[in-house]
């Protein structure tokens, strides 16, 4: 899966009220298709959408969980995965934020 990047697994203490948010912006000279995915730890997708970015643009999906989750990026028609920089977080129901980098 050479067009994929993955965060690592965010599993807050107390779920209840917790938001995951996965997030890319396109740095590379062309529009980027990406496919961006909350995926709970028993392979569940939580949260998902498609979309086409231009160049210097972003977006993100986020999804409220209830289980152990991860972001996965899927880069599509012909863009690399190192044609953008993708990232996750986590906000709880405290406000706290935890940031990670995709790889």
Same mark, same amino acid.
């Given at each position: 899966?050479?067009?994929?990047?993955?965060?690592?697994?965010?599993?807050?203490?107390?779920?209840?009220?917790?938001?995951?948010?996965?997030?890319? $912006?396109?740095?590379?000279? *062309?529009?980027?298709?990406?496919?961006?995915?909350? /995926?709970?730890?028993? =392979? #569940?997708?939580? &949260?998902?959408?498609?979309?086409?970015?231009?160049?210097?643009?972003?977006?993100? $999906?986020?999804?409220?969980? *209830?289980?152990?989750?991860?972001?996965?990026?899927? /880069?599509?028609?012909? =863009? #690399?995965?190192? &044609?953008?920089?993708?990232?996750?977080?986590?906000?709880?129901?405290?406000?706290?934020?935890?940031?990670?980098? *995709?790889?």
């Amino acid at each position: 899966m050479s067009n994929v990047l993955y965060t690592s697994v965010f599993e807050p203490v107390n779920l209840a009220g917790s938001t995951l948010f996965c997030a890319y $912006v396109n740095r590379s000279s *062309a529009a980027v298709t990406v496919s961006t995915e909350i /995926v709970a730890l028993n =392979g #569940t997708i939580i &949260g998902t959408e498609n979309s086409t970015i231009n160049p210097n643009n972003g977006t993100a $999906v986020g999804n409220e969980i *209830a289980l152990a989750a991860y972001c996965r990026f899927t /880069v599509q028609n012909g =863009g #690399t995965k190192a &044609g953008i920089v993708a990232s996750g977080e986590l906000k709880t129901a405290a406000g706290e934020r935890t940031s990670l980098p *995709a790889q």
